[in-house]
């Protein structure tokens, strides 16, 4: 079907969901995505954090044509020979003790309110421990209960009435939670850093305060790593940054490199509030999806890809700083690396459309954020690429005009220090 077809085709009958550019990609390859004309695009989104190995990486391709043609689906009323070598793996990269399969992030945060619930219950032989925090700001997928601990009222508010029992606290607001953290709390779900609301990390003090909270109240800490988990920041959590770890932990995004698949992963004394029969799914940790996994956690530990996201990181870093000082329209840089925002001065979505006519994907995210979320193969010199075609776009985007002139060449210096200061 050429893209004329797919387009009209894509009209009439999918659901309107999403404002899509009139563009079919049809393949990829490493760190670059062409569409239908055969134009190559740097693509700093990789499918919202979900192309860690970039396209078409041979490991994963490797690891889909050999199970695909074994056996793709077995019922998970029976064993397949990747789930528990996976869980393994992920175990020993979390530091936690039990791990859940699901198809994706939102099936994954629901998993773990459901868990956090019935720990709740069973340690008070049913009385009512069930309310829920969550964090200004937060995003935790578009499901019933996901969309129950998510913030914002565009997403809320078109199916309300939600769950109840759920209270938002001010991000990192040490304050604030305590005064809403009380004997009824059952968990409190957080992200080390919020993607959707606008790149924004948790602060240490804020999150040892919640460990703290937690664990006088018996009371489960729900860290959401399905955007910034897996290696996004240098480590293979982000939560490792901090002293402790949490009771829960879901993950999915870069996990199975596109394939539907998801995880929580759960310390034991939680882990045991699931007996058999009490929780399952249909297609979570299915053997296709498992095998690629695994082939995806070997690469990123086999080409020390952690190395390369912390490295290419504090390039992009100070490429983006020195930008941010010749151009006004930049307020402010966030993020840990390679999953960064540029906030701006006004609305983002002008300065995607003129990214995407230069050749480059990024997105807008809490309206004047630009969420850079590329692959962990990136190298120095597409570092350098995104940098200059940026600067292009900062400079012919209305409103956007530079605050002082600075030649191309700073950016290269500034990106030169960093990945010398990144090799030491």
């Known amino acids: 079907m050429n893209a004329g077809a797919a387009l009209r085709a894509a009209h009439r009958y999918l659901m309107n969901t999403y404002r899509r ?31 860690a190995l970039g396209h078409a990486h041979p490991a994963v391709v490797r690891a889909l044509r050999r199970q695909a043609a074994r056996a793709i689906h077995v019922s998970n009323l029976y064993h397949n020979e990747f789930q528990g070598p996976l869980a393994e793996q992920l175990a020993a990269c979390s530091g936690m003790d039990r791990v859940f399969f699901t198809n994706s992030g ?42 129950t601990v998510t913030a914002a009222a565009k997403y809320r508010d078109p199916f309300a009435p939600l769950l109840p029992e759920v209270t938002f606290v001010r991000l990192n607001d040490v304050a604030d939670l305590e005064a809403k953290f009380d004997a009824r709390v059952c968990a409190l779900i957080l992200e080390p850093i919020q993607g959707e609301g606008g790149i924004q990390p948790v602060s240490e003090a804020f999150y040892s305060r919640a460990r703290q909270l937690c664990t006088a109240h018996d009371a489960a800490l729900i ?4 955007q910034c988990g897996l290696g996004r920041t240098g480590r293979w959590f982000a939560y490792q940054k901090f002293p402790e770890r949490p009771d829960l932990v879901t993950v999915a995004k870069p996990l199975a490199a596109g394939l539907p698949l998801g ?3 759960a310390r034991e004394n939680f882990a045991a509030a699931f007996t058999p029969g009490l929780h399952g799914s249909t297609f979570g940790g299915g053997p296709l999806a498992c095998a690629v996994a695994l082939a995806v956690l070997r690469t990123i530990q086999r080409e020390r890809l952690l190395e390369n996201v912390r490295a290419r990181g504090a390039e992009l870093l100070a490429g983006l700083h020195e930008l941010a000082r010749r151009f006004r ?8 690396g390679l999953m960064l925002g540029i906030e701006l001065e006004t609305d983002a979505a002008p300065y995607v459309e003129r990214a995407l006519a230069r050749g480059l994907l990024v997105n807008a995210t809490h309206e004047r954020v630009l969420r850079l979320l590329p692959p962990y193969i990136l190298t120095a010199a597409q570092v350098r690429t995104f940098l200059d075609r940026l600067a292009d776009v900062l400079a012919r985007t209305p409103r956007a005009k530079p605050s002082r002139p600075t030649p191309s060449p700073a950016v290269a210096r500034a990106v030169s220090r960093a990945a010398r200061a990144a090799a030491h």
């Open 21 to 51: 550019p009139q563009l079919v990609f049809t393949r990829g390859r490493g760190c670059y995505i062409y569409d239908h004309r055969g134009r190559r695009y740097l693509d700093f989104l990789g499918g919202i954090a979900v192309n």
């Open 223 to 226: 860290v959401d790593e399905i």
């Open 263 to 265: 995880a929580v992963l």
């Open 106 to 147: 939102s099936e994954a945060v629901e998993t773990a309110l459901k868990l956090a619930r019935a720990y709740a219950k069973q340690k008070t032989n049913g009385a009512s421990r069930v309310r829920l925090l969550a964090l200004d700001g937060a995003f935790h997928g578009r499901t019933f209960g996901a969309l």
């Open 329 to 336: 329209c930049i307020r402010e840089i966030r993020g840990e």
